[in-house]
């Protein structure tokens, strides 16, 4: 099952809360994982959280000594991304909160990533040094600078090895741009630029220019009373620059091509599936709202996360998705108590396996799921410290609806809503995944024989 992951088998698990020196009991809201990515090699996975941290781990290289184990994958840099803001104009208090972290491909030694709260994206360069020069000409040691005319002789500075020093540097600041709060960024293929969308609008940056973007996409309408939808997340084709896809809360996807005009304000594509009138009810424009949408490595594909399901789109079919895959539909029954303690809102997120012919995503008591397109085979998976010993192998669960329980099944009236996995990413081109769970963040490979 999933070319090796019927047995998915935890190869490191790293508890963000030891990491941090908090405990689960006095877990603080600013500990709560809000991001997880990996990079485009796969070697560095990065978390951002709601205090404006983010943590970047490295794959240690396989050791000689057991050639055939993967690395596991061990702190390398942690810094501080955002800090609180305070809007004196809107009297509004900006959250440090990490919304989305987005790597750029490696082109040097050294690494780039972009990261946002509500209101400001920042280009980090995360940089190692192992060597320090000595001998400066108008400096001591300690940096003091040195009397002129004391300096008789002329001295040839070197390079002296060091502990190795890994350094996290803002080089741009893109601030200013956005009046409604960021949800998405995403870096273009031409590596030139990027966008970043809030509820109403989308912006397009070069990231060479720190102080004007361009707006692609605006749907405020005139009188704010008139508001129908928001948009809720956006992303580029992975190989077209001049076409990116954004959903909204209305369940709809548009395509636009930028080509067309400056102004994207006409879609190139629309996909909608009709409502089927047998399951109207009150909840359905809420269970509607799409809270992440993915272009498929191949760029093929569309895949769609609303609140029971995840939906996998064709570009040439703009009618209905030609895949459908229900994650937790035994919380149908459940809508009215989900709505009263705010979980219907929750934002899942999805992802593609390397070869896209997998996709993940999560649900709630740290259960994820993953569907096989191939097969339509699909698996319900938990996270947590009681399995999560090294070299142990994941069980299958499931969830039990009414009637008689089995041993091995969960009753859906124990299910703990207040353990959900939001955040989840696929290393893309290992069966290698990592999964937050409020403040932990359990990484998973499949077994090695």
């Known amino acids: 099952f999933l070319a090796g992951f019927g047995s998915l088998m935890q190869d490191v698990l790293w508890c963000f809360s030891q990491v941090k020196g908090t405990i689960d009991a006095g877990v603080t809201e600013s500990d709560i994982i809000s991001t997880v990515e990996f990079n485009h090699t796969g070697e560095l996975l990065a978390t951002g959280d709601k205090g404006g941290r983010v943590v970047i781990f490295q794959r240690e290289q396989e050791s000689k000594n057991q050639p055939h184990r993967r690395g596991e994958y061990n702190v390398y840099s942690t810094f501080q991304s955002h800090e609180p803001e305070f809007d ?246 459940k809508l009215c108590s989900l709505y009263e303690n705010d979980c219907i809102f929750d934002k899942f997120e999805c992802v593609w396996n390397g070869s896209d012919s997998v996709i993940m995503t999560g649900s709630y008591n740290n259960f994820f799921r993953m569907f096989d397109r191939n097969t339509k085979r699909d698996v319900t998976l938990e996270a947590s410290r009681e399995n999560s010993k090294p070299r142990a192998i994941l069980k299958p669960r499931k969830v039990c609806v009414g009637g008689k329980r089995r041993k091995d099944e969960i009753s859906v009236d124990s299910l703990d809503f207040s353990k959900k996995i939001l955040h989840t990413a696929w290393h893309p081109s290992e069966n290698i995944i990592a999964v937050a769970a409020t403040n932990n963040l359990y990484i998973f490979q499949d077994k090695v024989n």
């Open 88 to 333: 004196y104009l809107k009297s509004l208090e900006i959250e440090e909160k990490i919304n989305k972290i987005r790597w750029l491909p490696q082109q040097n030694a050294a690494y780039f990533l972009l990261s946002t709260n509500d209101k400001t994206v920042k280009l980090w360069k995360v940089s190692e040094r192992d060597k320090r020069p000595e001998g400066y000409n108008l400096k001591d040691e300690d940096g003091r600078l040195r009397d002129p005319s004391m300096i008789t002789v002329l001295r040839v500075p070197v390079l002296r090895p060091m502990d190795l020093m890994v350094e996290a540097t803002p080089r741009r600041v893109f601030a200013n741009a956005h009046t409604y709060h960021i949800n998405s960024i995403s870096v273009n293929s031409d590596y030139e630029t990027y966008m970043s969308a809030d509820d109403l609008r989308i912006n397009l940056w070069n990231f060479e220019i720190t102080n004007q973007s361009f707006n692609i996409v605006d749907i405020k309408p005139a009188n704010m009373e008139e508001l129908t939808e928001v948009i809720t997340a956006a992303e580029f084709h992975p190989h077209h620059c001049n076409t990116f896809v954004y959903s909204s809360s209305k369940g709809t996807i548009r395509l636009c091509d930028m080509r067309t005009a400056a102004l994207c304000d006409r879609h190139a594509k629309f996909f909608e599936e009709p409502e089927d009138p047998s399951n109207r009810s009150f909840f359905s424009e809420i269970i509607s709202s799409i809270s992440d949408v993915k272009f498929s490595h191949s760029g093929r594909y569309i895949m769609t996360r609303d609140y029971l399901t995840v939906k996998v789109w064709d570009l040439n079919m703009e009618n209905r998705p030609i895949e459908t895959y229900q994650v937790h539909d035994y919380l149908r029954s």
